[in-house]
């Protein structure tokens, strides 16, 4: 049984480029989370978002940012127009449901890079 | 807005010593609190979580953590470190006892002296 997974595992894009980070949640889980890490910083809640719906995106940047949960396929956590300050490490995790208490499952994280 | 405190960025300890790593929450209600690891260029592993059952908790790689309500902590430990337990440990919790998701704290990397 896969875990979360997230693809690619490293991505370089050059300022003003777009940034397309993929998550498959664990199988029977319908709920992702996206986080930003940041050195010395932990991670931050970016989304939430449940198949076909975003439930919480109060900590996603407004501009150039955005998330999707399609029917089908994976999460994608899309970053337009990447600026330096977009370098972080981003994690996906997945639950199998909305209950907060159960815990997250999380993906080994995407480590973009804006050169 | 709810938070979690984890006191010292970075603890050094010797091998088969102790390990206390401090988390303290801000809430007037008992919340859902969660320890977390994560190994270097890994993804987050659940250590432990409390969820208003038992005060001590028990966790995997012999972690425990005790929820003390009078203090607003809840600090995770080990009797005896082993090399392995070097990572980043991260507190977390779930704001306002509701429903919305996980907030962490900014972590506390672990080193395991020989």
């Known amino acids: 049984n896969a875990g979360v997974m997230q693809n690619p595992r490293h991505l370089v894009r050059r300022r003003g480029q777009e940034a397309r980070l993929r998550c498959s949640p664990m199988k029977g889980h319908s709920h992702v989370y996206w986080y930003r890490q940041l050195p010395e910083e932990g991670l931050k809640f970016m989304v939430y978002?449940?198949?076909?719906?975003?439930?919480?995106e109060s900590g996603m940047p407004k501009e150039r940012f955005s998330a999707e949960f399609p029917k089908e396929g994976p999460s994608i956590l899309r970053i337009q127009q990447v600026v330096r300050g977009d370098s972080a490490a981003y994690f996906c995790?997945?639950?199998?449901?909305?209950?907060?208490?159960?815990?997250?499952?999380f993906g080994s994280g995407t480590r973009l890079t804006v050169v | 807005a709810q938070s979690v405190t984890q006191l010292g960025s970075h603890v050094s300890v010797s091998e088969g010593a102790l390990v206390l790593l401090r988390c303290n929450y801000s809430s007037s209600v008992p919340p859902y609190l969660f320890w977390y690891v994560q190994y270097p260029n890994q993804g987050l592993q659940l250590l432990l979580k409390y969820t208003s059952a038992a005060t001590l908790v028990k966790g995997i790689n012999g972690f425990e953590a005790e929820f003390k309500k009078s203090e607003t902590s809840f600090h995770l430990t080990k009797p005896s470190a082993h090399m392995s337990d070097a990572a980043e440990y991260f507190c977390a919790v779930i704001p306002n006892s509701g429903n919305t998701p996980l907030v962490f704290g900014k972590g506390t990397r672990l080193s395991v002296i020989a």
């Open positions: 995790a997945s639950s199998p449901s909305g209950l907060q208490s159960y815990g997250y499952t």
């Open positions: 978002l449940q198949k076909e719906n975003i439930i919480d």
